[in-house]
């Protein structure tokens, strides 16, 4: 099925962060509701007024400040991995939009920063909270501004090249490559000594590091 004009108009002016703020599963789909009526043209945070005043004037609708229940304008950030505390697990690769992780089952994972749209998708899946938004100064060291129509373009680009089979396909961690103190079983190669080494914490699960707590 083809994507009416409308929404493809609509869909080049959102920043293809596809962080789903919205409400919506990406931005592509926040675009039809938009086209549909079904959906206001200020729920878009990464976007922020900028977008807002564009989809005004496309649509013909009235300018609305940004809806606070989508979120906040602020400046732009990226995903930071703490490479001292990550596990390995994979668990934050599907969940990139834009394929912008680098990782391999058990061993460490780095961000491209370039890349990274900020959508805060990775923070969730981690197991072991190793995952911190920093200030976006991936190109000149300098905080960067809005996402451009370029940089837009180029994430709905990355966005677009990851088939859904890809995504799904990609490597499971393990169930008993968790390292929470209870309710899961620890892997016999994962002694407490290692878990100190690896700055691993039990989580939210448990308070208290593997070695000492007692549930291991």
């Known amino acids: 099925m083809q994507t009416q004009p409308k929404v493809l108009a609509i869909d080049a002016l959102l920043p293809q962060t596809q962080c789903t703020r919205c409400g919506y599963q990406g931005c592509l789909p926040y675009a039809q509701a938009i086209a549909a009526g079904e959906a206001n043209i200020n729920q878009c945070p990464p976007g922020g007024a900028a977008t807002i005043d564009a989809l005004a ?28 505390h990550c596990i390995g697990c994979t668990k934050c690769l599907p969940a990139c939009p834009v394929d912008a992780i680098l990782g391999a089952n058990k061993r460490m994972h780095t961000v491209i920063a370039v890349e990274c749209t900020g959508c805060e998708l990775c923070i969730a899946p981690c197991p072991v909270d190793c995952i ?50 209870n309710k899961v079983e620890r892997p016999r190669w994962l002694t407490p000594s290692r878990a100190l080494k690896r700055g691993a914490w039990a989580g939210s699960r448990c308070p208290e590091l593997l070695s000492k707590c007692a549930c291991v």
């Open 132 to 181: 911190v938004m920093l200030p976006d100064t991936a190109l000149t060291g300098s905080g960067r501004g809005p996402i451009s129509a370029i940089e837009a373009t180029h994430f709905k680009r990355r966005f677009d090249g990851q088939s859904n089979e890809a995504r799904h396909n990609r490597p499971k961690s393990r169930p008993n490559a968790k390292i929470y103190c």
């Open 57 to 84: 004037a496309l649509t013909g609708l009235p300018v609305l400040a940004l809806n606070p229940l989508n979120g906040v304008e602020k400046p732009r950030e990226v995903a930071y991995i703490l490479e001292e």
